[in-house]
């Protein structure tokens, strides 16, 4: 009998089972509830309205109610050396880079980087260290060493704040006069808009946006943030 695979939307692990049979009803590496695929026409106006997208998230720190408030990005390291440092920074059973949150499509996924003490999703506290891009749900507890930290997806309309780049925060430039532009329409187009911004503003930091480097990997002084 062949093997057809069913890709789990939380963590995007790719599940085996037998052709001609349902795929199995939870996830063996996030343990989430596996749905039957949908009929895409069919939900395809409902989908249209009701359409979210990720906007960041909120870690409340259980311990004493501190808020580690963190704008969408793909990527974002956590950590007494990272992301959440003002609150983090005095808790030693957290490690300087201890995880990262990811976006993947309408949810975020959480992975232990190496950390000490580990990285520990919802009650069951699933190792995220042995299991990978675990998912991230609202509401959900999340433990950082034994630390515990509720929390808090944030979604916005898809149609807001369209002006914003995908990638980040957009650098208002400029563009110098002097700038050779002939030289990027031979080739050069990436070079020429990397010199563009630096000679207009510089490289802001995309967590804070509070301060400017004239360089374009570093990390911020004012959050902490590292920025490459």
């Known amino acids: 009998m062949g093997m057809k695979t069913h890709k789990c939307r939380y963590c995007g692990q790719d599940i085996p089972f037998p052709e001609g049979a349902a795929p199995p009803a939870q996830c063996p590496n996030c343990l989430s509830p596996i749905q039957a695929p949908r009929d895409a026409a069919a939900d395809a106006g409902t989908a249209k309205q009701e359409k979210k997208i990720l906007d960041g998230l909120a870690l409340t720190y259980q311990k004493n109610g501190a808020v580690i408030e963190l704008l969408h990005e793909e990527k974002i390291i956590?950590?007494?050396a990272h992301k959440g440092a003002d609150v983090l920074?005095?808790?030693?059973?957290i490690s300087g880079t201890h995880c990262c949150i990811e976006a993947s499509d309408d949810h975020y996924v959480v992975s232990d980087l190496g950390s000490t003490n580990g990285t520990f999703v919802g009650p069951?506290?699933?190792d995220c260290k042995k299991h990978l891009r675990q998912p991230l749900k609202d509401n959900e507890i999340l433990f950082l060493g034994k630390e515990a930290f509720l929390v808090t997806v944030k979604l916005k309309a898809a149609g807001e704040e369209a002006g914003k780049t995908a990638g980040g925060p957009r650098i208002e430039a400029s563009i110098d006069p002097g700038l050779n532009l002939a030289a990027i329409a031979a080739g050069d187009a990436a070079?020429?808009?990397?010199?563009?911004c630096k000679?207009?503003?510089g490289y802001e930091c995309r967590s804070c946006h509070g301060y400017v480097s004239?360089?374009?990997?570093?990390t911020?002084?004012?959050?902490?943030?590292?920025?490459?």
């Open 214 to 218: 004239e360089v374009k990997e570093f």
């Open 89 to 93: 920074g005095g808790v030693p059973q």
């Open 199 to 201: 000679q207009a503003k």
């Open 191 to 196: 070079s020429g808009a990397e010199k563009a």
């Open 124 to 126: 069951s506290k699933i």
């Open 220 to 228: 911020c002084p004012r959050c902490n943030t590292y920025n490459g």
């Open 78 to 80: 956590i950590g007494r």
